[in-house]
């Protein structure tokens, strides 16, 4: 009796650690996939913030350009260079344009406030 009771006792002990075992291989498995899911989502969303904050970059430096175009031309005096800097300024809104198309995400408020930020030109000198 004393030996089949040892061998119960051991058998469900190895049942016992089978389970704990196969336990641990689940979870860690289970917790492996999250941490794949996670790095791999962590990764799509520092991409697109980097995308984001280059196309920031990008209208700060067209923003930096129509300021420093608009004060060349409020400085000139000259008629034909003022022409030139009015083309110039032009061109520079619409590649800003452009880019706020693209940046914005469909979001007609950037869009808008940025035509609100270049319609001067139209009123002041019937451009546009």
């Not at 008629?79 to 110039?88: C, F, M, N, R, T």
Request: aromatic residues 4%; charged residues 15%.
């Amino acid at each position: 009796m004393n030996l089949s009771m040892n061998l119960s006792i051991a058998r469900r002990l190895t049942i016992a650690l089978a389970g704990s075992v196969a336990i641990t291989a689940g979870a860690v498995l289970g917790l492996s996939y999250l941490l794949h899911v996670s790095v791999s989502l962590s990764s799509d969303v520092a991409s697109k913030s980097r995308a984001q904050s280059q196309g920031s970059f990008q209208l700060l430096d067209m923003a930096v350009k129509l300021q420093s175009a608009t004060q060349k031309m409020i400085q000139q005096s000259d008629p034909d260079a003022i022409g030139a800097l009015i083309s110039q300024n032009e061109a520079l809104v619409k590649q800003a344009h452009e880019k706020i198309q693209q940046v914005s995400a469909g979001d007609p408020a950037i869009p808008a406030a940025f035509d609100k930020l270049t319609a001067w030109p139209s009123l002041i000198c019937g451009i546009g």
